[in-house]
């Protein structure tokens, strides 16, 4: 079974008129190894480009090599051992780092990580808009991708994520295998969101 024929619409019960897109992104792990051009590749980071943020600092910086390059085994050396099975058939990986100061005055950005969020899921809806895979995780070394990226000081490394056409689920690691066939459901939305006050509604 590919993942390209699970239809997260299937398992994922949205309401009060939420557009079919938001459900249908999920992170699954199958992909094929083929490539991506360089061109598809920019068309979801120009899409994460036109995210907002505060006083329009723009602090998401996207560091990204493609399948068969020495740069992509630069950052698939920095994968954590569980990681590197399914993401060895990935078209493309990305180190995602965010700017902690402003660029006007160079005071700390308290949104800087919220802002990068915010590009990170404009760069994940478009790969849904093509259909592709496209997977974020914290399943790496932090600390190493910094100093061998040459990312600056005023920089965090937030994440890193996987990119590639959908792939047979059956090619996956055993305990990885149901995941693909199910996408994930969310918390209730009473859970997250509260009138008034933390954890409950209050006039």
């Not at 399948?67 to 399914?86: C, I, K, M, V, Y």
């Not at 700390?108 to 760069?123: E, I, K, N, Q, V």
């Amino acid at each position: 079974m590919n993942v390209h024929d699970v239809d997260p619409t299937a398992h994922r019960d949205a309401g009060h008129g939420v557009d079919p897109l938001f459900v249908r992104r999920w992170s699954p792990r199958a992909m094929s190894g083929e490539e991506i051009g360089e061109e598809e590749l920019k068309r979801l980071f120009e899409a994460a480009r036109w995210a907002p943020s505060a006083f329009n600092n723009q602090p998401w910086r996207f560091i990204w090599a493609r399948r068969g390059s020495a740069a992509f085994d630069r950052l698939f050396d920095l994968l954590r051992e569980g990681n590197r099975p399914w993401c060895a058939n990935a078209a493309a990986l990305v180190v995602v780092a965010a700017r902690t100061t402003f660029e006007h005055n160079d005071k700390p950005s308290r949104t800087h990580a919220f802002d990068c969020g915010a590009a990170w899921m404009s760069l994940a809806l478009q790969g849904t808009i093509c259909g592709l895979v496209v997977h974020g995780m914290q399943g790496f070394d932090y600390d190493r991708a910094a100093a061998e990226l040459g990312v600056p000081e005023d920089y965090a490394v937030q994440a890193m994520a996987a990119i590639g056409h959908p792939g047979e689920i059956d090619d996956l690691p055993d305990k990885l295998r149901a995941r693909d066939r199910e996408p994930s459901g969310r918390k209730e939305l009473e859970e997250i969101a509260c009138e008034g006050m933390f954890g409950g509604s209050h006039p």
